[in-house]
């Protein structure tokens, strides 16, 4: 049985940062891509960044330089690592692999 298990969300500061990690089991997990999805209030799903089994990145445009996504083949694990934090970054961040499996989300909140 799979299972995407997000942790780090929180609420902080426009400018700020969050490490978001994602712990996954029951999975062969070198063999997946892995990446990460957000949810908006009001807004659809959207991918935020994505990293293959051997650490090609792939970032949407808004937060290419402000986010970071890396994946330890050896822990099972993915993070995202977000600076410059803002606003329109609130969101429900949701792990996922690219055999369809999510996690629960973890909610990350920008304000002042």
């Known amino acids: 049985q799979v299972q995407l298990v997000e942790s780090g969300g929180g609420l902080v500061q426009p400018g700020g940062s969050l490490r978001l990690s994602c712990a996954a089991s029951g999975i062969i997990f070198k063999l997946y891509a892995m990446a990460w999805y957000r949810q908006g209030p009001g807004k659809q799903r959207e991918l935020v960044a994505s990293i293959t089994g051997a650490g090609s990145t792939n970032y949407r445009g808004s937060v290419k330089g402000r986010f970071t996504i890396s994946r330890d083949n050896t822990k099972n694990t993915v993070t995202l690592q977000m600076n410059d934090l803002q606003r329109e970054d609130t969101a429900v961040y949701y792990c996922?692999?690219?055999?369809?499996?999510w996690g629960q989300g973890t909610q990350v909140t920008v304000s002042s």
């Open positions: 996922s692999n690219s055999a369809g499996s």
